[in-house]
Structure formats: structure tokens, C-alpha cells
């Protein structure tokens, strides 16, 4: 088992999945973690945050877990706004990673499907920075439940 780690990065949960958001500041985590859970909303599905700017990820038995850093817990960034108070859960396993990336390639490699963090593989999928991406995310993390589901 891998030591916690802090990571630039925000946690949404959809259903019983946790969506791990990753990128470099200004490319629109926050904003993509709001639209993921006002989708989820909108489709009748449970969607909340779990952490925004900073997240604390770990291994439990085989398992990537989530966790706000404190005294961050429930709050996030708005642009233009400021920083917002709202409901969140303390923890999610990480079922999804989702990399905003400037320079992407028009078509993934086979390594660019997972990626390894605290020691445990994880499903990932890499997005333009900026780009509306919500229904992709949401489309993907969908996909991985019904996989881990039937397991």
C-alpha cells in the first residue's frame, strides 16, 4: 500500500463513483466538477462534491480513495465568483480519472487508458482543458460503473 498523497486535483461523486479531476490551475476542473453534478442531477442521478483545488488520495485495500484536505472540505471555486460554500461528501473511490490537458492527441494511445496512483490502476481518460466536456465525463463514468457493477 502506497502512502496518502496530496494532489492538485478535485473529487466529484456520482452515484458510488468518484470522478478525480486533474489538471494545471486555470484549466477548468472546478468548473468541469460543477457541470458533472448538475448532470447527474438532471438525469435523476446522486452528484456531489467530494473536494476542489487540493484532494487527498490513498490506497485501501486495492482501492483509491478521495478525500477533501482540510479546511477545504465543501468549498469550491467559482470563476469570477470566488470561492462558494456547498454540500459534500468526506470520501468517493476513484473509479475515473480525468486529465485536462493543453496539448492533447487526436487519438489516445493504449497507455494514455489507466493510470497508476498510490499504487492502484485506474480507469482514465484525457480532455481539452477548457472544452465543455460534461456529458463526456459523465457518458464515461457511466460506463466504468456498469463494468465495475458487473464484475
Do not use: W
Given at each position: 500500500?502506497s502512502?496518502?498523497q496530496?494532489i492538485?486535483?478535485?473529487?466529484?461523486?456520482?452515484?458510488?463513483a468518484g470522478?478525480?479531476?486533474?489538471?494545471?490551475?486555470?484549466?477548468?476542473?472546478s468548473?468541469l466538477?460543477?457541470?458533472?453534478?448538475?448532470?447527474?442531477?438532471?438525469?435523476?442521478?446522486?452528484?456531489?462534491?467530494?473536494?476542489?483545488?487540493?484532494t487527498?488520495?490513498?490506497?485501501r485495500?486495492?482501492?483509491?480513495?478521495?478525500?477533501p484536505?482540510?479546511?477545504?472540505?465543501?468549498?469550491?471555486?467559482?470563476f469570477?465568483?470566488g470561492?462558494?460554500?456547498?454540500?459534500?461528501?468526506?470520501?468517493?473511490?476513484?473509479?475515473?480519472v480525468?486529465d485536462?490537458?493543453?496539448?492533447?492527441?487526436?487519438?489516445?494511445?493504449?497507455q494514455?487508458?489507466?493510470?497508476?496512483?498510490?499504487?492502484?490502476?485506474?480507469?482514465?481518460?484525457?480532455m481539452?482543458?477548457?472544452?465543455?466536456s460534461?456529458?463526456?465525463a459523465?457518458?464515461?463514468?457511466?460506463?466504468?460503473?456498469?463494468?465495475?457493477?458487473?464484475l
Amino acid at each position: 500500500m502506497s502512502d496518502a498523497q496530496t494532489i492538485h486535483a478535485g473529487c466529484v461523486l456520482i452515484g458510488e463513483a468518484g470522478l478525480l479531476i486533474r489538471g494545471a490551475s486555470g484549466s477548468g476542473k472546478s468548473t468541469l466538477a460543477r457541470e458533472v453534478v448538475s448532470r447527474a442531477a438532471q438525469a435523476g442521478r446522486f452528484g456531489r462534491l467530494v473536494s476542489d483545488d487540493r484532494t487527498r488520495i490513498e490506497a485501501r485495500n486495492g482501492r483509491l480513495v478521495a478525500q477533501p484536505v482540510e479546511p477545504l472540505g465543501g468549498c469550491i471555486e467559482v470563476f469570477g465568483l470566488g470561492i462558494v460554500r456547498q454540500p459534500h461528501e468526506p470520501a468517493a473511490v476513484i473509479r475515473l480519472v480525468i486529465d485536462l490537458c493543453e496539448d492533447l492527441a487526436r487519438y489516445p494511445g493504449e497507455q494514455d487508458g489507466h493510470v497508476a496512483l498510490c499504487g492502484v490502476m485506474v480507469p482514465r481518460i484525457r480532455m481539452q482543458a477548457g472544452a465543455v466536456s460534461a456529458d463526456i465525463a459523465v457518458a464515461c463514468l457511466s460506463g466504468v460503473c456498469d463494468t465495475v457493477v458487473t464484475l
